[in-house]
Every structure is written in C-alpha cells, then in structure tokens.
C-alpha cells in the first residue's frame, strides 16, 4: 500500500503565495519523477510542475518564475511553493509520484487525495 498526503492548500488573495506539501508512505521501493497536477472546476487536470530523483524540473509555462518545486528523497517528500498567486491558479492541486514497490518493481503512478488552493482577486 502506498498514499500520498497532500497538505497545505487553502484561501489567500492574489498577489500571495502558500506552500504546497506531499509525502508519500508505505512499501516504497523507489520514487521517480514526482510532480503536482490541478484541475480546475470544467477544465482538464494539467501539469503544473514535476521533479526527477536527480532534481532535474519541468514547468508548465503559465506558472514559470513564480512556482518552484523541490524534493526531500530521504523523505519520499515534495513541496511546491506558490508565489504571486492569481485568480486563475485556483484549482484542487493534486500530488503525483512515479514510483516502484517492495512487492511490484515495475514502475506505477500514484495519486494523492487533493488540496484546494483558491485565490481571491
């Protein structure tokens, strides 16, 4: 069994920022890539932001100079932080891990629960 728990969503007004949260427990073996995904209410989840094992990161564009996200291997952890925060960020953001097991070494892509995150203009 593995989870993911997503912490630290919540309301702020534009112009904020909010640290994101995800750690991931159980029969881990190995973490791959580890990312944040959100979905907007009526639009398609979308990538937001992903990280390699060795630190290597991609960003969607419209979050560029503004997010960041990094990783904590020896604790299976990923943080995204959200700086000036518009409206159009607003969105459930959800953790994502590409990862093997003690059981299963092929490698799967595990979800987390959710956050909202909700920017007020």
């Known amino acids: 069994q593995v989870q993911l728990v997503e912490s630290g969503g919540g309301l702020v007004q534009a112009g904020g920022s909010l640290r994101l949260s995800c750690a991931a427990s159980?029969?881990?073996?190995?973490?791959?890539?580890m990312g944040w995904y959100r979905q907007a209410p009526g639009k398609e989840r979308e990538l937001v932001a992903s990280i390699t094992a060795v630190g290597t990161t991609n960003y969607a564009d419209s979050v560029k100079g503004r997010f960041t996200i990094s990783r904590v291997n020896a604790k299976n952890t990923v943080y995204l932080q959200m700086n000036s925060l518009k409206p159009e960020d607003t969105a459930v953001y959800y953790c994502?891990?590409?990862?093997?097991?003690?059981?299963?070494?092929?490698?799967?892509?595990?979800w987390g629960q959710g956050t909202q995150v909700t920017v007020s203009s």
């Open positions: 994502n891990a590409d990862l093997t097991t003690l059981s299963i070494r092929t490698i799967n892509q595990y």
């Open positions: 159980g029969s881990i073996f190995s973490i791959y890539i």
